[in-house]
């Protein structure tokens, strides 16, 4: 088992350029969550998915989409990148609900310049 | 308004003496509290939880305390070990009822305390 892999591990983008950001789990989780983490903030949900098809907004979702189109993907968007959204970037899984351990990947260091 | 708050940044602690890490959270409808632990460049990982009914949970030298009345939780790790240094973050989630059964207990995180053991 891979686990929970994000792809790429480092991004540095100019203010207005888009992306995405992979992510992918091998363990056949119904959960899957976006979090940024910023100094002094914690990890904040951004989006997250319940399951193949739907999704829903976490607590900072402005300026980022998603689509969970499959069990195992979970990419995030960055429609216009903007220097806020400098952050790094976690993806998680877990067996259920979010409550239940969450697996996550090593993360993605962002930088928007 | 940050509805869980890890109020020390970092602790310091000696190796085989006790560290104690706090979170205290403003919600009442709260219902159940996680602990992770993050190394430099790597994800959180899942420590231990406990459920709003209990007010201990123990895992080898780890044991989460819950003071309801207080709002506070607290982390204790016994022995430290220099392999504990990391970052810690608590946790909260709120009932799976909540919000019309669609909570799917998401969880609000604190800001984390930076844990330094020192051999």
């Known amino acids: 088992n891979a686990g929970v892999t994000q792809t790429p591990k480092f991004q540095v983008l100019k203010t207005g350029q888009s992306m995405t950001l992979q992510c992918a789990q091998d363990m056949n989780h119904e959960y899957m969550s976006w979090y940024r983490q910023d100094p002094g903030m914690g990890l904040r949900l951004i989006h997250y998915s319940v399951g193949a098809g739907i999704t829903d907004q976490g607590e900072v979702p402005n300026g980022y989409n998603v689509s969970r189109s499959t069990t195992e993907d979970f990419p995030l968007r960055l429609l216009s990148a903007a220097p806020s959204q400098t952050s790094v970037y976690f993806c998680?899984?877990?067996?259920?609900?979010?409550?239940?351990?969450?697996?996550f990947g090593p993360g993605t260091r962002l930088t928007v310049l | 308004d940050q509805q869980v708050k890890q109020n020390s940044p970092s602790l310091s602690v000696q190796e085989g003496r006790i560290s104690i890490l706090n979170c205290d959270y403003t919600?009442?409808?709260?219902?159940?509290f996680l602990w992770y632990k993050k190394y430099p460049a790597e994800g959180p990982t899942f420590l231990i939880s406990?459920?709003?009914?209990?007010d201990k949970n123990e895992d080898g030298r780890f044991t989460v305390f819950l003071n309801k009345s207080a709002k506070h939780l607290s982390l204790h790790i016994v022995p430290s070990q220099p392999g504990d240094s990391a970052v810690y973050f608590c946790?909260?989630?709120?009932?799976?009822?909540?919000?019309?059964?669609?909570?799917?207990?998401?969880?609000?995180f604190g800001q984390g305390t930076i844990l330094t053991v020192h051999p």
């Open positions: 919600n009442s409808m709260f219902d159940y």
């Open positions: 946790a909260a989630s709120f009932p799976l009822w909540e919000a019309g059964g669609t909570s799917y207990g998401k969880l609000t």
């Open positions: 998680a899984s877990s067996r259920g609900l979010a409550r239940n351990e969450q697996f």
């Open positions: 406990i459920s709003s009914i209990k």
